[in-house]
């Protein structure tokens, strides 16, 4: 059931990713993600230069004079929205839970979808996937798939991103756009996206919070793993200790970027403590020079 507060969410929502689609985001989304090929619009007069290979013999015979077939980019594409929901997106230090910044990029790149009339679906996972919800357009469906995202409760906590990857696979026949975002907190998905990525446009979202990489000084402190419920404590008042922790996490994270890289995957690592919209326009803008290289 949606409460008041949830709609609240979904407004604003609504409100800001419209605004940034309309901004920026949707010009540099049509440059970047093309349709799946040419369909057939139009036949016209033929003209010296075209190729003969599109002239219309039907239309030639019928005519008693020569016509070529015109055709368009077939622009309308499946996006689908792969989303972690697994207990470490419950967690935000700077202006909003990880599982929130999640949900505002789902709006983001779903309303940039439907402006230009493509498909967009969601896949929720955790350990499995617990939520999928079929591509369809239209804006009423867009805040279906939002609100799904702000109100789901997952059943589990803990990730296994290829259970989602796989799944995509499963339910998307056709080559579609999917974006993954998830902390990537968890190992023994690399297969899984490397086979993805022949078939589909896989394009992870890395969702981080300062506070992974830069523990306060507050002495001793008790953490607790939000997927597995352990305990531990820490003295964070040690410079040294935490300076290890950095150094950890940042080498962890250059494994996961040395990954993408390798398999020739665009991605974008976005922060909870920062706008998430220039990061992206950043990322397609990038992408669509390179298309034109």
């Not at 056709?174 to 974006?179: L, P």
């Not at 990525?197 to 793993?225: S, Y």
């Not at 200790?241 to 974008?268: G, H, P, T, W």
Request: with cysteine; charged share 30%.
């Amino acid at each position: 059931m949606l409460t008041r507060e949830l709609l609240k969410k979904i407004r604003k929502i609504e409100i800001t990713t419209n605004r940034a689609v309309n901004d920026v985001m949707a010009g540099q989304y049509l440059s970047v993600f093309k349709g799946r090929g040419m369909a057939f619009d139009e036949v016209r007069p033929y003209q010296p230069g075209d190729d003969i290979r599109v002239i219309d013999w039907n239309v030639t015979a019928r005519m008693n004079d020569l016509y070529v077939k015109q055709f368009v980019e077939e622009r309308e594409l499946t996006v689908m929205l792969l989303v972690d929901a697994s207990g470490s997106l419950a967690f935000g230090t700077r202006q909003r839970f990880k599982s929130e910044l999640a949900a505002e990029i789902t709006g983001l790149l779903a309303f940039s979808a439907i402006k230009n009339n493509d498909r967009v679906g969601l896949i929720m996972f955790t350990d499995r996937v617990e939520r999928f919800v079929p591509p369809k357009k239209g804006t009423k469906h867009v805040l279906r798939v939002i609100s799904e995202v702000l109100a789901f409760q997952p059943t589990r906590r803990r990730t296994d991103i290829a259970a989602g990857v796989e799944f995509l696979s499963r339910v998307t026949r056709r080559k579609s756009v999917a974006f993954l975002l998830s902390d990537f907190m968890c190992t023994g998905y690399e297969q899984a996206l490397r086979v993805a990525n022949r078939r589909h446009d896989m394009v992870p979202l890395l969702l981080r919070d300062p506070m992974e990489r830069e523990l306060p000084d507050v002495g001793l402190a008790a953490f607790q793993d939000a997927e597995t419920g352990e305990v531990m404590l820490f003295h964070t008042a040690s410079g040294r200790a935490r300076r290890a922790i950095r150094r950890r996490v940042e080498q962890a994270r250059e494994e996961q970027r040395s990954l993408f890289r390798r398999m020739k995957m665009d991605f974008v690592e976005l922060s909870t403590e920062q706008d998430y919209v220039r990061p992206l326009v950043l990322f397609f803008k990038r992408r669509a020079a390179r298309m034109v290289r």
